[in-house]
């Protein structure tokens, strides 16, 4: 009994060691012990660099902790391989990009995270400040081209859960040539009017889910470049904005396609598109197949369905072409609501490769209280259940 008593005593002692001294628990490196400071005007980069390089070069999962307060970081790049994949980023305040657009707006991207695996980020905010670039660029007198806010780029199991990016200088969220990520309660806002800053822009990438998301902004809520396979989108809000769209396509004559994407259960409030694809007119090994879209509702949106083969930005390089990629099995599944045009379904397909498997099953949408217009070509498919507007395939 006494020897019990003793072993008990010692595997307390143990356990108490090993608590008091942090080994058991994920290390935290919260981002004010390394030089942050919560001040707009004190640059803050250099201690989020210091806390990523301990993080990643621990070989125990870790967490880099950012505290309430506004926190001033230019231009960052978080590089793998990391000796762990369990690094997490819990935000509870907000970073901001430098006030004058000049310093990040030509580096292409502000907060990327390239070649990393198992990284979550959760809560916080990301002010971009891109309110003066969209002022320059709206001028036309030779602006940047502007920064991606957060960008993750030939990475694996990622997560951003609760985040909010505002005012982003061009695309608030990309996912480049990523595997396994999830994006959920992230918020993104911009005005209705500030160029290029898609939501969340998904290209060469597989297995991404995008849940209980709400978007508005100036341009497509969620783009899906090319060499998308595998993703879900699901309850999500956009307004304002220019709708989710697969698109655009076929810019490169050699290019991967896009399939097996699911949009569902998503509300359209006041954009310029609802579901749309579109592809550049002019040749190209392009291809999207395997879509539903399924149970959305459209509230005064210009174009609720629409596939543009015939894109075609200033009329530069393709007048006259025809687009080459192929788009097939497509279902429209449960939409509704009402068109701010009078054509609320507009299929303009390829003549070379026209659209295949186009289905519309129980679709009803409206422009002034009466049916609104169905517009086809070169575009086939079939109808059923209860279709307003009037199927044209």
């Known amino acids: 009994m006494e020897q019990a008593a003793k072993s008990i005593v010692f595997l307390a002692f143990v356990l108490l060691f090993f608590a008091s001294s942090g080994v058991a628990d994920p290390l935290t490196y919260n981002v004010l012990n390394y030089g942050a400071k919560p001040d707009d005007n004190f640059d803050s980069t250099q201690a989020l660099v210091a806390a990523w390089t301990l993080a990643c070069g621990s070989i125990n999962p870790a967490t880099i902790y950012v505290p309430p307060g506004r926190f001033l970081v230019r231009n960052v790049v978080f590089r793998g391989q990391c000796k762990n994949n369990g690094i997490v980023f819990r935000i509870d305040g907000t970073l901001v990009a430098p006030s004058d657009y000049k310093v990040i707006g030509s580096t292409g991207n502000w907060l990327l995270f390239e070649h990393v695996n198992g990284v979550s980020i959760y809560g916080g905010i990301i002010d971009g400040q891109g ?41 608030h969220i990309v996912i480049n040539g990523c595997n396994n990520v999830k994006v959920e309660g992230v918020r993104v806002s911009a005005s209705g009017n500030s160029p290029n800053t898609d939501g969340i822009h998904v290209q060469s990438s597989s297995g991404v889910t995008i849940l209980n998301t709400r978007i508005g902004t100036g341009d497509d809520c969620v783009s899906v470049g090319p060499g998308t396979n595998n993703l879900w989108i699901e309850k999500v809000a956009c307004g304002p904005g220019h709708g989710i ?16 994407v699911t949009v569902k259960t998503v ?12 592809s550049w007119g002019r040749q190209s090994s392009g291809f ?103 199927s044209c395939l």
């Open 245 to 260: 769209s697969i698109g655009s396509l076929g810019k490169e004559v050699e290019e991967a396609g896009v399939q097996n």
């Open 131 to 171: 309110t003066g670039l969209w002022t320059c660029k709206r001028s036309g007198k030779g602006c940047p081209s502007g920064a991606t806010s957060l960008g993750f780029s030939n990475s694996r199991n990622i997560v951003i859960r609760g985040l909010t990016s505002l005012n982003s200088q061009m695309y």
């Open 267 to 278: 509300a359209f409030t006041g954009t310029e598109n609802g579901v749309r694809i579109k």
């Open 288 to 390: 999207a197949r395997n879509i539903l879209f399924q149970h959305a509702v459209m509230t005064d949106v210009q174009n609720p369905i629409v596939i543009d083969q015939h894109y075609c930005p200033d009329e530069k390089n393709c007048p006259g072409q025809v687009s080459g990629v192929k788009i097939s099995d497509v279902t429209y599944q449960d939409i509704h609501g009402t068109s701010a045009t009078e054509v609320a379904v507009k299929f303009d397909c390829s003549s070379e490769y026209p659209c295949s498997n186009i289905k519309l099953e129980d679709v009803k949408l409206t422009y002034r209280n009466k049916a609104a217009e169905a517009s086809c070509s070169n575009a086939d498919g079939t109808a059923s259940g209860f279709v307003q507007p009037s």
